[in-house]
Each structure stands twice: as C-alpha cells, then as structure tokens.
C-alpha cells in the first residue's frame, strides 16, 4: 500500500491543482478555524473541493476546529466532501454526533495531540474509536498550546507508544519532511501506519507551495529504498 500523502491549507484552485500534480492524494482545506491563515468560507470550500475531485487525483479534506454536527454536516453536504479532519479538542460526544449526522462513507480523522511526549487524548481514545472515528491524526502541540501546521516534530517512540494503543489507522504530522523519513522506520512499518499529513515542508521560505517540496516529500516516503 502506497504512504498516503495530504497536504494542508490550498487556498485557491491553482493551488489544489499544483498539489495534486506533484503527488498529494488529500489536500487539507482549512474551515471554521479562527485565525488561521487559510481558513476558509464555507462557499470557497465547495468551489476548492470541486476543483480537487476534477484533478481526478486528490481528495478534498475539510479541516476545522468546530464542534457542530448540524454545522459541519451541512458542509460537508453542501460541498459534497467526503473526509473531515476534527483538529481540535473535540470530545468523543462530538465525533458520535457527527457520525450519527453524516452518510457513512464520510470519513472522521480525529486529531491526537501529543506534548512533551504524552497524547493529551490518551484516555479517550478507545471513546474516540466507539464514537466512529475512522482515522486518527498524530500531531505535536507547542509549549504554549498552538496546534496545527506548527512545524514541531514529534520524536518516534512517542509516536510508536500512541500508535501501539489504537485500533484504527493513522496518518502522522508534526514536521514531517522529505528528510526526516530514515527517522521514522518504526512508523512506517506499524501495521497501522496510513500516511503523512504536510504543510510548511510544502511551502517556500514566502509560503507559498513549491510542486518540486512536494514531489521530493512524496518520493522519499513512498519509496522503500530511501529508508536503507
């Protein structure tokens, strides 16, 4: 099975296609997150969303911090977006709610959020896996709280310790890059590793998406020679 490969925070149709082109199988549109760089109204959602599925590659993900089922149901329904990424706190009752208001061919990916090596979630997430989440997401929280595109690596055997808990498959984040995969063997051998989720390793030093970052990240975690 290929690494899955999404990339975070398109903001127009150029982007979607340039990340597409160069390897992405999910592009992250941001929605419902204050302050946020690329957040996104709900009418550019749909019109992003319908520009990735035309790529015929990549898949529209919608990322928010909300924590309305009717909200973010009616979203997803609007812009016809079948994965949604809860990178917030959200509580197991939220992800039962949104899994009772969505067709089950949606897919929730529950954000885990580790600190100083610890999952914050650690004790909810056998809740998390009987609420229906699909999919979880290993991500690192800074020391003053910031979660989210935060470029903070998370050390391996923190990753293995969360991963060895859960049922369900994961992607990873926190500072992934092209390079940093000979780091990672362990994770890319679990049985229940899924993928990689990027953002500022896909940017230039303006940040803005570099296809040649993209295509790079892409061959190095996709290619089993490169972790020799």
């Known amino acids: 099975m290929n ?11 150029r982007e979607v296609g340039l990340l597409a082109a160069a390897g992405a199988d999910l592009v992250g549109l941001w929605h419902g997150i204050p302050g946020g760089p690329a957040d996104l109204p709900g009418r550019q959602v749909g019109a992003l969303a319908a520009a990735a599925r035309e790529t015929g590659r990549a898949q529209p993900v919608l990322v928010t911090f909300l ?13 016809g977006i079948g994965w949604v990424q809860l990178h917030a706190f959200q509580p197991p009752a939220a992800v039962r709610a949104l899994r009772a208001a969505v067709p089950g061919s949606v897919r929730i990916v529950k954000v885990l959020h580790v600190r100083d090596g610890s999952c914050l979630e650690r004790p909810l997430i056998p809740a998390y896996e009987r609420a229906g989440t699909d999919l ?28 060895d808990r859960l049922t369900r498959p994961f992607l990873l984040a926190g500072g ?51 972790s020799t």
Request: glycine share 8%; charged share 25%.
């Open 176 to 226: 992934i890059t092209a390079d940093s995969r000979p780091g990672y063997d362990l994770v890319a051998a679990h049985p229940l590793f899924r993928g990689i989720d990027v953002d500022t390793a896909a940017r230039d030093p303006h940040g803005a998406f570099l296809a040649s970052s993209v295509r790079e990240i892409a061959r190095r975690w996709r290619t089993r020679e490169e």
């Open 67 to 79: 924590h309305g089922a009717g909200a973010l149901a009616a979203v997803l329904a609007e812009s």
């Open 136 to 163: 979880f997401l290993l991500d690192a929280v800074t020391e003053d709280g910031r979660v989210g595109s935060t470029g903070h690596r998370l050390a391996q055997e923190d990753v293995i310790a969360v991963a």
């Open 3 to 13: 690494t899955v490969l999404k990339v975070c925070g398109a903001t127009t149709p």
